[in-house]
């Protein structure tokens, strides 16, 4: 019933951006945490960015920051990450991730998720 759903991935050359949004489907994903993890082939999932319920604090992983920038719109209940410079190691797919915990990068944070947008970086 509760539904996150991702869209805007797809393949770019490396130094190109990309951006990814994310729908929620309740009301009440807006006054929760939202976050971005990602995982390639053969890793781990990994936290990307996470953004608290009013957007006023952000959080990215090392590996991100600086190059991507997490955003929501409560009125629209979405959240997207704008992913500049990108590399041949930002391939992944990347799921959104609901009613998490600020500042906690911890995919067992987070309650609910995406079904994950396929994101390749290559030339």
């Known amino acids: 019933q509760v539904q996150l759903v991702e869209s805007g991935g797809g393949l770019v050359q490396p130094g190109g951006s990309l951006t990814l949004s994310c729908a929620a489907s309740?009301?009440?994903?807006?006054?929760?945490?939202m976050g971005w993890f990602r995982q390639a082939p053969g890793k781990e999932r990994e936290f990307v960015a996470s953004?608290?319920?009013?957007?006023?604090?952000?959080y990215y992983a090392d590996s991100v920051k600086g190059r991507f920038t997490i955003s929501r719109d409560n009125a629209k209940i979405t959240v997207d990450l704008q992913m500049n410079s990108l590399k041949p190691e930002d391939t992944a797919v990347y799921f959104c991730?609901?009613?998490?915990?600020?500042?906690?990068?911890?995919?067992?944070?987070?309650?609910?998720w995406g079904q994950g947008t396929q994101v390749t970086v290559s030339s």
């Open positions: 991730a609901g009613r998490g915990l600020f500042g906690s990068s911890s995919a067992g944070a987070f309650a609910y």
């Open positions: 309740e009301r009440s994903f807006a006054k929760y945490t």
């Open positions: 953004i608290n319920w009013s957007g006023a604090e952000t």
